[in-house]
């Protein structure tokens, strides 16, 4: 049988996929096969050299990273977030050699929306079985539904099968398809991140208002106005978890603004999701006002803590947690340098897609975009080596496919 590069080049890439979403163990060993591929490649003369400037943000990013270890008073953190971002440089550094032969991202996009499903599907079963063995239907929910990856960073996989499911047509049976879609809308229920239930809403949002501007009757698109409402309505008042979700971080949100100093003075033990996150992003804004070069590579949780102790936020300060904000981890740990080729990289994203009509790596982004406004998602590995894969496949291997900024995908 003749030995074909590009097919096992595209089955290696899958492999990697896979294992991010369904088994992160491994990842770290898959993600270097790379290496004896493009080997081999460069041997047969199966691989073309080629730059690519969209990846440059990804390995600028690393090396301001590396820069400011220089100023590091935790050596052996330093090198944890460096070894973590190395996919930063590495991933790039692999997709400057690509098969002279066209490259199909079609199987890679099954291996996602199959990866995630499966994710799905075994958190439902595991959490059924705790059910019927515990009787508590907390079961179901958070990190008690999602074991194998924090709820955001799972939830972003299911978002990622579900955007493949509507912009891009890689199952002909709608059975497929609609089967898929159900396990990606339960996974993010189930999840209940409150930024990937935001921006579900605002996803379904948009869908919404860019089908009814395809109708032409008036009384049918009343009719859905008002059942979409209705729907969003239940959602946020009645559905359970959501509800109390939605009405704690509203409500901490409304006290914070109206007064800041009183907000901060009287949460300080047995804080909330919501209350941390308020309390840890102005601590971090008052870092960034101190330091806007950043305070170094790995010292990000001794500032924090320092500056939480200062706001008499002892508990907290205890629990060394991140800003669980990307863009203002990024600004304390590297600089306003830093942030801006973070934005950069985002902002360049949306360009390309815009420009190739990509509504996948659109809604991807503002996504990934949106999550970082809740969690450090470029942190940990899960969040990392996914999101810089897709996109950097995307940059290199795709500029025609699928969809059209006027021509809408039709609803499944």
């Known amino acids: 049988m003749k030995f074909q590069f590009e097919k096992v080049y595209e089955y290696v890439l899958c492999l990697q996929v896979f294992s991010i979403i369904c088994i992160p163990e491994i990842s770290s060993i898959l993600l270097a096969l790379s290496i004896p591929v493009l080997i081999t490649g460069c041997i047969q ?3 073309n050299y080629s730059f690519n400037f969209n990846l440059l943000p990804f390995v600028l990013l690393y090396l301001t990273y590396a820069l400011c270890i220089i100023n590091t008073k935790h050596m052996d953190i330093a090198l944890r977030y460096l070894e973590y971002k190395f996919v930063f440089i590495y ?8 098969p002279k032969s066209t490259l199909g991202l079609e199987r890679i996009y099954k291996t996602i929306v199959y990866s995630a499903s499966s994710l799905s599907a075994y958190s439902i079963i595991r959490s059924s079985i705790v059910f019927y063995n515990s009787n508590n239907v907390n079961s179901f929910f958070t990190s008690q539904f999602s074991s194998i990856h924090h709820p955001t960073y799972a939830s972003l996989y299911f978002f990622t099968s579900l955007f493949i499911l509507f912009y891009i047509p890689v199952f002909k049976k ?50 859905i106005i008002l059942a979409s ?30 007064n800041p100093v009183e907000f901060l003075s009287q949460h300080t033990v047995g804080l909330s999701g919501t209350e941390a996150r308020i309390v840890l992003w102005t601590a971090s804004f008052k870092i960034i006002i101190k330091h806007p070069w950043g305070v170094g590579t790995g010292n990000v949780d001794d500032v924090l803590s320092n500056e939480l102790n200062a706001m008499k936020q002892y508990e907290l300060a205890k629990k060394n947690y991140n800003p669980h904000n990307q863009y203002l981890q ?20 949306l360009i390309f897609a815009r420009k190739h ?35 950097c496949l ?11 900024f006027k021509n809408k995908m039709e609803c499944p």
């Not at 990024?330 to 994203?349: C, D, S």
């Not at 995307?394 to 059209?404: E, L």
Request: charged share 10%; glycine share 4%.
């Open 91 to 98: 991933i790039p550094l692999v997709f400057l050699f690509r």
């Open 394 to 404: 995307i940059f290199v291997f795709s500029t025609t496919h699928v969809s059209n």
């Open 330 to 349: 990024t600004a304390m740990e590297i600089g306003l340098p830093g942030l801006g080729i973070l934005l950069w990289l985002l902002i360049r994203a």
């Open 357 to 391: 009509k990509h509504l996948f790596l659109f809604w991807f982004t503002l996504n990934l975009a949106f999550n970082m406004l809740f969690e450090s998602i470029l942190q940990k590995q899960s969040g990392i080596v996914f999101s810089t894969l897709v996109m």
């Open 174 to 223: 709608p059975a497929y398809k609609n089967f898929n879609i159900v396990l990606a809308f339960l996974g993010i229920y189930f999840c209940l991140s409150l930024a990937g239930l935001l921006f579900l809403f605002v996803w379904l949002l948009c869908k919404s208002i860019l089908w009814l501007y395809t109708l032409n009757t008036w009384r049918i698109k009343g009719l």
């Open 229 to 258: 409402a209705l729907f969003f309505y239940i959602a946020f008042n009645y559905l359970p978890n959501v509800k109390d979700e939605w009405k704690n971080a509203s409500c901490y949100a409304n006290s914070f603004i109206k």
């Open 45 to 47: 003369r199966k691989l």
